[in-house]
């Protein structure tokens, strides 16, 4: 069974408890796009582990991990990753596969990332990371793969060609200093010499695993409100975060995944810049992201808070060909006297039922809301569905029904126990 997991906001549903839990089941675990402006957060045995780059999946012995072609890497943030996973304890030893096709981050791309930022009359929240410029090298091909790193030769004339015109646009349009290169080129070079050994024809792995009939997990980062077509563009991720981004990210066929999973949160959240319908009104927006501790994992911004907006999810559910559903963090709304949910956008006297493109509707849209009764109790002990508080239930049904997709899964708290399975 080939499975692909996908976020059905903006990112932060909380994949990586998801992911943790379906890997135990598989074989393989794949991130597919993205780079390290991810974070999942794992919790195990009151340890807890943030992920980037390398999936969760590794935390499980015996699992192979892989990072895909679409993924673009930091290296220096990979070793380190490797390196504190082998601290804590974790043996990653042959269980790491980076495909040698996967674009590299250089510390151009960070800097163009930031001051590029900087200059915008309407932010987009960028992590600065370098991800969108390592993604823009790579659309205009002028992009370097960790491939190039193992190959002096085609390394330096790229580098070169790549710092002639960086400089330049650093020097000329941001008055930044530039990079020199022989300091780049030898500290990439080496970073090639460590990563080589994990590099590996991803692409024929997973193919030859799906022949043997052994069993893939795709783990999507960001969220579909995130993808770069079909988010809520320009404050966007750079990267194809729907559930496609799967197949072109791992060179496995669209014919060959079996299922897709969404993972929602119970309510909505989103870090950065850009329209958020169901926000909550700023007392109440801190007090659930207190609540919920709703704090990025990667960067520790705090992230906006609003009700669960089914526009939003019958859109994801449509994109990405979800057939399941995993409710996240529904612990966080106990003690709630009442729930909003909302079931469509007002603007201008017409309502919209879809997800509306034009950036402006939905920056100004008003959101109509269903209300349902809250519970008191808290529910983070509870293990079988029937337990739940009936609010809780109804809430969940509610859900189910409307959005016609099966609830499979519903967490409770953030460890592996606190989960109930439907
Ligand atoms: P991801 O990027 O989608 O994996 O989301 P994050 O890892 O950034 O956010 C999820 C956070 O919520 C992590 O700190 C999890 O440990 C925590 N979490 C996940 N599920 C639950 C839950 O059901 N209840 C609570 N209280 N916390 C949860």
Redesign the pocket.
């Known amino acids: 069974m080939n499975t692909i997991i996908v976020?059905t906001q903006w990112?932060?549903?909380?994949?990586?408890?998801v992911i943790d839990i379906l890997s135990k089941k598989v074989d393989y675990i794949v991130r597919y796009q993205g780079g390290s402006n991810?974070?999942?957060?794992v919790?195990v045995d009151n340890k807890i582990y943030i992920f980037h780059l390398i999936p969760s999946g590794i935390l499980y012995k015996h699992k192979i991990c892989c990072i895909g072609n679409g993924v673009v890497v930091d290296p220096a943030g990979l070793i380190k990753e490797i390196k504190d996973l082998s601290l804590s304890g974790i043996d990653i030893g042959n269980r790491l596969k980076i495909s040698p096709l996967a674009h590299v981050i250089l510390p151009y791309h960070k800097i163009l990332d930031q001051l590029r930022e900087s200059k915008r009359t309407n932010k987009i929240g960028t992590t600065g990371r370098g991800i969108g410029p390592c993604y823009a090298d790579k659309i205009n091909r002028f992009g370097i793969r960790i491939a190039d790193l193992l190959n002096s030769r085609v390394f330096r004339d790229k580098l070169n060609d790549n710092l002639k015109e960086k400089n330049e646009i650093l020097k000329k349009v941001y008055r930044h200093g530039g990079f020199d290169f022989n300091t780049l080129y030898r500290e990439y070079l080496n970073y090639g010499l460590v990563l080589a050994k994990y590099l590996c024809n991803v692409t024929s792995l997973l193919n030859n695993a799906i022949e043997k009939k052994k069993d893939i997990l795709f783990e999507g980062a960001q969220g579909t409100f995130l993808d770069i077509d079909f988010g809520t563009y320009p404050f966007v991720t750079s990267s194809s975060a729907t559930a496609g981004g799967a197949c072109t990210g791992s060179g496995v066929s669209p014919v060959k995944i079996d299922k897709i999973i969404g993972?929602a949160k119970a309510y909505t959240t989103r870090v950065g810049e850009g329209p958020f319908p169901t926000e909550f009104p700023a007392v109440f927006d801190k007090f659930m992201r207190e609540k919920?501790?709703e704090f990025?994992?990667t960067t520790g911004r705090p992230r906006r808070c609003g009700w669960l907006d089914m526009v939003m999810l019958k859109e994801a559910i449509l994109l990405n060909g979800i057939s399941e559903l995993a409710i996240?963090?529904?612990?966080?709304l106990a003690g709630l006297k009442s729930l909003k949910i909302c079931t469509a956008y007002k603007y201008k006297g017409k309502k919209f039922r879809e997800f509306p493109y034009d950036l402006e509707v939905l920056a100004n849209a008003k959101p109509v809301y269903k209300e349902m009764p809250g519970w008191n109790s808290p529910i983070d002990k509870i293990k079988r569905y029937q337990k739940l508080p009936g609010n809780a239930k109804d809430y969940l049904s509610w859900l189910q029904g409307d959005l016609g997709v099966k609830i499979s899964m519903v967490?409770?708290?953030?460890s592996r126990e606190?989960t109930i399975f439907i």
Not at 11 to 17: A, R
Not at 328 to 332: F, G, R
């Open positions: 976020g990112g932060d549903e909380g994949k990586g408890k991810a974070g999942h957060t919790v993972v919920g501790n990025g994992a996240m963090k529904l612990d966080i967490s409770v708290g953030s606190e």
